[in-house]
């Protein structure tokens, strides 16, 4: 699995020009599911995440977690982390999962935030979206579960 976690102050994913999911401070997720994922994948992005001190503490240092700030999450499919761009122009996805099993997988992530963080939003799978932030810092981290 792959992921793009955002801090924010706030986000949004917008569907169909109305909004899906909403959150203020905390992370947003951009989530690529691989062909050969399974739920130890998911388990294991979830428990780094989680645990990940990458919010500003009094004194400015990235030392509090998610908990710590009771930040709420929104977490995004996001199928393009997995674009091979080695030939030609246009991006080969081959890597990424077939939608029946991402769907099963993103699915599975989605309720084990939801075990840990009071406030949890979500895109839809599959859907054409468009989503805002406010990335706060700005701070991104990319997480490969391969390299974890």
Known sequence: MRAVVQRVSRASVTIDNE???????GYLILLGVGHDDTRAEADKLWSKLHALRINEDEDGKTNLSLDDIKGEVLVVSQFTLYANCKKGRRPSFVDAAAPDHATELYEYFVSLVRQDVEHVSTGR???????ELINDGPFTIVLDTDEL
């Open 19 to 25: 909004i899906a999911g909403a959150i203020g401070a």
């Open 125 to 131: 799978f599959g859907a054409y979206m468009q989503v």
